[in-house]
């Protein structure tokens, strides 16, 4: 049987020394916690927060993200994309996502705010009502991405091209307006 937690608080446990309970964990505050190429699956996470805590590397399939937020966390090549899709409802904070993936998941109004996205993989993915505030997204994939009324003012180094990517709405700023005509090789100045 499963264990369930409710409500706690776990800080400062290094999960590679110390096994992560498979089960339920709703509510739960994590802080500076270390889950680095750890295989956490099968875990439920509902309405939790994870604060200063590093999830590089961890395999995350089949675990549940309900309602979960991010804060000042290292998430360096997690394939989200394996994870239940079943009311995923993730938002980040001042994060390290570099090499991540969201490869066609529906994550529709996710907030990323300050984030470091570098080659994360947005392919197929909707994130329509999404708000990618002053995040930088150097080499990000999109590629028959949803992108409908996703807020990208903020955002730079991305390149998104139009014409294989739904913007109906989404919003660009006069600054960063480079970034959705580098397909077509033209000159801004």
């Known amino acids: ?7 706690e608080e776990f800080s400062k446990i290094d999960f590679r020394k110390t096994t992560i309970n498979k089960g339920e ?7 500076n916690c270390n889950f680095e190429g750890i295989r956490a699956s099968n875990i439920q996470f509902v309405e939790c927060v994870f604060i200063d805590c590093n999830l590089s590397n961890t395999a995350v399939k089949h675990n549940a993200f ?4 991010f804060i000042n966390c290292k998430l360096l090549g997690v394939k989200f994309n394996e ?3 079943f009311l995923l409802q993730l938002s980040f904070k001042e994060c390290q996502l570099n090499f991540s993936s969201f490869y066609q998941l529906k994550i ?14 947005f392919t ?28 990208f003012r903020t955002a730079f180094n991305f390149n998104i091209n139009p014409e294989k990517n739904n913007l109906k709405g989404a919003k660009f700023s006069k600054e960063n307006i480079a970034g959705l005509l580098s397909a077509y090789k033209i000159s801004i100045e």
């Open 108 to 121: 529709q109004k996710t907030k990323f705010r300050n984030c470091n996205l570098e080659a994360v993989d």
């Open 1 to 7: 049987m499963d264990d369930y937690f409710e409500s």
């Open 25 to 31: 964990y709703d509510n739960c505050t994590f802080i």
């Open 66 to 69: 309900k309602d979960v937020y």
């Open 83 to 85: 994870c239940d899709a």
């Open 124 to 151: 197929e993915t909707n994130l329509s009502g999404s708000i990618i505030d002053n995040c930088d997204l150097r080499e990000a994939i999109f590629e028959n991405s949803n992108l409908e009324k996703s807020d």
